[in-house]
């Protein structure tokens, strides 16, 4: 049995530590509704800009009003724009835009009904890819969410997973784990100072400077006893 897209981009998120937001147009929030159907998508799915309208578009994620006149609403520079507006909305570290023409109206000559633009924005990549759909309003709702979530997954399987690191921790007054020093890559660096802390369905989240300068945020998994580097606070990876 084939694995539901929706499911396998769950797990390759979780497997490498990073948060997705979606934005989504011509879809109206299926990419969203189809990512929710996943038990326990609340530790790597952020949310959804629902931005239908060009004036959404501009105001909530940030699209240039001169992108939207001089290239249209769909279009691939503004499905990258989407993307992009929406990861930095969100604090999330990879964002996925659709934009289209679902159908029966809209259309142009040189924009025919399915004609739909995926973007993808991280901080190491910009991606679009264009599609041309043949089904009805529905069909083609749907096959745009499937190929953001297709587009999604690709991205996902050329990412390193969560980097593994030693860490050592003591107890706090209250409980709370806290990481004094950490062996990354084979050179030992001392936690200066840890900062916010959360924890969500992965495990204990934890904000610390190095000595060195550098912030990172830690992940200490319980069940397995691990501690893994998730991201920079700036939002590039580091892995």
Request: glycine share 12%.
């Amino acid at each position: 049995m084939i694995e539901p897209l929706e499911v396998t981009a769950g797990k390759l998120l979780l497997e490498r530590g990073l948060r997705l937001a979606t934005a989504e147009s011509c879809t109206g929030g299926l990419i969203g509704h189809l990512l929710t159907n996943v038990p326990g998508s609340s530790a790597y799915y952020l949310g959804s800009i629902i931005a239908y309208s060009n004036e959404m578009k501009v105001s909530l994620l940030n699209v240039s009003l001169e992108t939207v006149d001089h290239f249209g609403a769909v279009s691939g520079e503004v499905a990258q724009e989407m993307a992009l507006g929406v990861r930095k909305a969100m604090g999330a570290d990879i964002g996925l835009s659709v934009t289209g023409i679902a159908g029966p109206g809209g259309a142009t000559p040189e924009k025919p009904v399915g004609t739909t633009w995926i973007g993808l924005s991280t901080a190491n990549v910009d991606q679009v890819r264009h599609y041309l759909w043949r089904g009805d309003r529905l069909k083609n709702k749907e096959q745009s969410a499937r190929a953001a979530l297709q587009q999604l997954v690709d991205c996902l399987n050329q990412t390193p997973k969560m980097q593994e690191v030693e860490v050592t921790a003591r107890f706090g007054c209250e409980g709370d784990v806290v990481p004094v020093r950490m062996i990354w890559n084979g050179q030992p660096y001392e936690i200066g100072s840890t900062g916010r802390r959360w924890v969500d369905e992965r495990g204990q989240h934890i904000l610390v400077m190095l000595d060195d300068g550098r912030v990172l945020e830690l992940l200490f998994d319980r069940d397995k006893g691990c501690w893994y580097i998730l991201r920079k606070t700036n939002g590039r990876l580091f892995v």
